[in-house]
């Protein structure tokens, strides 16, 4: 049927899921966790509660989409529920923030890991230009034919799961002698499970997860939404979080926690210390190719944004335009130069802090939005209701507010910076209206 042949699969949503998650943050992060964090039980929690606070927001996010199955994740949930210049705002920080600055980290880590591979020196150029060379190629991709990208999205995840789990176990079996790392509680681990350093944590690890939520944002091209989403997003992120716990718990078995404090390429040196040099230069290969998935991922959904706002808003019809296969193209091509722009001008750590704040603020906006949909509209037909709800809602909101309260004392540049940002969106969709204005009254 040509109705399937424009529909993604529920697989393929499925490893847009999972490819979304599993990449830059889980390879990166924990060197940063280590600054402030450096017994086991914190460091292994900071992925359960992150993981917990994920899947309380994909069972909410689950009961939205199913609710209202239109493509654009944030943009669509935010336009209905409380205004369109908010959901414009939510659009504007998913195609900027939310897929462009991910895409151009990721790309980062990419050139990193596989330059890391190859060559002894460091050659900032070097990586630059792998970078945008990834990003630009899978952009060209995935603005081509669907079947194709959908093709290539299955089967990087599903390679991407197994290397994982291979490189778990083998780096535990291999390793000459494993650490001394307790990850049962122990005296002192309370206090720091309360502090101002595990909260700004988790805002590392909110960003390794996000991606939770990505299957909302290809809703109108999955054949039955409805059905569909809402395992795909808990099951998704399920799955994810045992990932992620068994990775960090392996790199902190096998490595010093000396040699990987304040480092990117925490992956690079659990396998130095598990099988030597050699193993560390196959495993740069190997982790990088991994990180293709995950910008391929973000290349398919991101877009789909931009092609809601075009639709919505005159200003912006020219990203609303889909070539014959039924694919964003343009839309696709403009976040593509953004994330290449953010390749050729930003450093990793310039963007980690403030995008991870960002995104959790849209994100808590947007789960606080299911307790007003269900105010507001108790008769709206709902496919899927969030299981124990308000309870999913409510641990979301408390986690992601506590998180975004200690950031905002602790970090306060990154914080004001991305309120300036959103304010900038809320000002652009302003001005839209304003000079739009005119036009309307004429043709009216």
Not at 23 to 48: A, E, H, K, N, R
Not at 208 to 229: H, K, M, V
Not at 310 to 326: H, Q
Not at 381 to 400: H, N
Request: hydrophobic residues 55%.
């Amino acid at each position: 049927m040509d109705n399937g042949n424009r529909n993604f699969s529920a697989l393929t949503a499925f490893c847009i899921i999972v490819a979304n998650m599993v990449g830059t943050g889980v390879f990166t992060s924990l060197g940063f966790q280590l600054y402030d964090l450096q017994t086991g039980f914190p460091l292994i929690m900071l992925w359960v509660i992150g993981g917990l606070a994920a899947l309380c927001g994909a069972m909410c996010y689950a009961e939205l989409g199913a609710a209202l199955p239109r493509s654009g994740g944030e943009y669509n949930f935010l336009s209905h529920i409380y205004h369109p210049g908010v959901g414009f705002v939510g659009g504007w920080i998913s195609a900027l923030i939310g897929f462009s600055a991910p895409i151009a980290l990721a790309a980062m880590t990419f050139s990193a890991y596989f330059r890391s591979a190859f060559l002894s020196a460091d050659f900032i150029w070097v990586d630059r230009y792998l970078a945008a060379s990834l990003v630009i190629g899978l952009g060209l991709l995935h603005a081509g034919r669907r079947r194709a990208g959908g093709q290539l999205q299955i089967a990087f995840t599903l390679l991407k799961i197994g290397v994982i789990l291979g490189f778990c176990f083998a780096a535990i079996f291999s390793s000459p002698a494993l650490q001394p790392i307790q990850f049962f509680p122990a005296p002192g681990d309370g206090t720091a499970m309360t502090s101002a350093a595990f909260a700004v944590s988790l805002i590392y690890v909110s960003y390794a997860y996000t991606g939770w939520n990505a299957a909302t944002y290809i809703s109108s091209e999955l054949g039955s939404p409805q059905r569909d989403l809402p395992r795909i997003l808990v099951f998704g992120t399920l799955l994810v979080m045992m990932l992620y716990i068994a990775l960090n718990a392996v790199f902190l078995l096998v490595a010093p926690i000396d040699l990987m404090v304040g480092k990117v390429e925490v992956g690079i040196i659990a396998a130095r210390s598990a099988f030597g040099d050699i193993g560390a230069k196959l495993a740069g290969f190997v982790l990088a190719t991994l990180l293709i998935s995950t910008i391929s991922a973000m290349t398919i959904a991101g877009p789909r944004v931009l092609q809601m706002i075009g639709e919505d808003i005159p200003s912006f019809k020219m990203l609303a335009r889909t070539n014959i296969d039924g694919v964003p193209s343009r839309a696709i091509y403009l976040q593509t130069g953004i994330s290449v722009f953010f390749v050729s001008t930003s450093s990793f750590e310039s963007v980690l802090v403030f995008s991870g704040f960002t995104l959790a603020f849209m994100s808590f906006l947007t789960v606080g939005g299911l307790f007003i949909l269900r105010w507001r509209e108790p008769d709206l037909e709902r496919p899927y209701r969030a299981s124990f709800y308000p309870i999913p809602g409510l641990i979301y909101l408390s986690l992601t507010g506590w998180t975004l309260g200690f950031v905002l004392q602790e970090k306060p540049v990154e914080a004001l910076l991305s309120i300036a940002f959103i304010m900038t969106g809320a000002a652009v969709y302003m001005a839209i209206k304003f000079f739009a204005k005119p036009a309307d009254n004429t043709a009216s």
